[in-house]
């Protein structure tokens, strides 16, 4: 078993699952939890998911004692439990009539003194009798609908989800946990020992371990790499190291660090299968990654935890205190001092470039100068976290009629291309309000001076290129929403709001391939592949080499973690949104028959190709 980790790239981490999600040898369990977690989307939400699901085929599986806890649900009429906020509406409903009533037998004149209701109480008790008389109106509806929004729900869970789940025998698990699982809390052994004093269904995450420990270790399984996702953040299971860095960030804040699996989860894994590839994801997690290809889940998700989210961190925080250390504060200075050093050799004093050299580099950005109301927002919307980013973009869009009358500086024309670089970061990190943003985004600029607007569609679009150091990125490109900020610049009816890329781009030419932005060029991709190799238990062909109009751009699209990058139904859609290019510019040549889903080339392979 290895000691704990006390330091996390959570960049790093998220690109390790993000690429698992996409390995082809990588199962996906589930936790209970997620099934609930369906009737608190919206129906394009759940079809997201059950599209993801799809999409994993034989890769995804659900626990047999998931299937057993979630009927106990359904067969004892409480799966209106999972939309208790709803349910309550009836309840506020009866309130609000109380406060009716109670106002009419205290509130007088002498109350109302000063406000518009002054000598009118009244107009008040109607004003009042009409906001109850609508809420039970409301209230009725949403009751009406909800028992015929549970039985849609459950039948899409039957139609979607029966047939991935794992046909284990529970009962044996149940008879051979006897004594184990007394030893197991005892010893304070993940998973479940918190469930200890719990009446009922203390074992019940000790059997869906035993189920997915059983089920990847089989002689018909042999599986290596596996992924549990949960809607839980439970010390018996996962803990936080104290010390995560994210992009500039060198010390996350508590309360937005990444929960990782229990290191005597991934040993018991490890004696299991032979491999210690096992992760333990929750399913904010899982959303994030999955965002760019399935924004209506993301959306949605946000929506319907937004209100949790402060108890749910709380919570984690308070539960896991145990597993945290005091915060190094030596490694925050010196990182500091590291980064004025960098400063130091920024030249942010040539007036002649259109942005000066620190937004360019925005890891270097200022946020004492140009607009403070803006640059409020950017400090919220490097924080990588939904709940702090929506609210700030929402409240920037309050300020959008100010914004007409900023006076055009350098340094406040580096705020909004500042500004349009994190809010392109925000939704490609699937922030709903910065998608809003995007998506709405020749509105929503419609009241800000022309110089502005040119700004923050250059930050869009070097957002899309280029990293935090002003580097050309060297391998995906950021375009999940490339396309939407191309067509609504294309609104604003301004050509030259694409010089500023195409000139940033055309000096990387030589670098990198790059495309041209607006140009209607047509891009031929051309995939090059190894034979199949018979050892390969999933018999694949895998990528060799790939060339866009000719030009051998393999370096761009290596990894070492040997990850699936598309299907081939989306393979253009997939390059699309990795190389910045519109998807009817896209020529693909065609793909040998037997292929049926890209592989990134392997790194080390194509390391001693070139060598060769």
Known sequence: MKFPKQELDVDAYFNKIEALLNDSQCHIFIDTNIISQLYRLNEDARNDFYSWVDSCKERFHIPNWSVHEYSNRVTTQKTKDYLSELTKAKT???????????????????????????????????????????????????????????????????????????????????????????????????PGYKDSDKPSNNAGDLIIWKEIIDFCKSEES?????????????????????KQSRGEKPNVKDIDKVSIAHESLVYE???????????????????????????????????????????????????????????????????????????????????????STSALADEFYDTTEGVQSINKCIEDLKSYNWYVQNPAINELMNLSLSFSKVADTRQNRDSFFVLGRNILQSADGASGSAIYFINHLALNLSNWRDIFKEAFIDGCLYEVFFDSMGQIRQKAFKASYFEEVVKHANKLDKPYLFDFINEQLQQKEEERFVPKVNSNKVYKFEFEFYEKDESDIFNE?????????????????????MASFSDVESIKQNLSTYYAIPVNDIELKPLPEEVKYIYYIDEDKYRDYISF
């Open 541 to 561: 062909m895998k990528t060799k080499l790939l060339k866009i109009n000719d030009r051998d751009v393999s370096e761009t699209f290596i990894s070492d973690y």
């Open 92 to 190: 506020y409903a009866k309130e609000l009539n109380n406060i009716s009533r109670f106002m009419r037998g205290y509130v007088g004149d002498s109350l109302l003194v000063g406000s518009v209701y002054e000598k009118d109480k009244e107009r008040l008790f109607t004003d009042v009798d009409d906001i109850v008389n609508r809420f039970e109106i409301i209230a009725n509806a949403i009751n009406k609908n909800l028992v015929n929004h549970q039985q849609a729900v459950h039948k899409e869970v039957l139609d979607k989800l029966n047939c991935y789940t794992i046909d284990s025998d529970i009962f044996s698990i149940m008879q051979n946990l006897k004594s184990e699982q007394e030893f197991r809390f005892n010893c304070m052994l993940p």
């Open 222 to 242: 042999n599986i290596k790499k596996a992924i549990l996702v949960s809607r839980d953040n439970k010390p018996d299971m996962v803990y936080r190291p104290s």
């Open 269 to 355: 894994f490890k004696l299991a299968t032979g491999s210690d590839d096992f992760y333990l994801i929750n399913f904010y997690t899982l959303v994030q990654v999955l965002s760019s290809k399935y924004r209506d889940l993301a959306t949605s998700f946000q929506i319907a935890t937004e209100h949790e989210n402060i108890l749910d961190k709380a919570t984690s925080l308070s539960c896991v205190d145990e597993n945290i250390m005091g915060v190094d504060r030596s490694a925050e200075s010196s990182t500091e001092q590291k980064k004025d050093a960098q400063i130091d050799q920024v030249d942010i004093a040539d007036e002649k470039m259109k942005y």
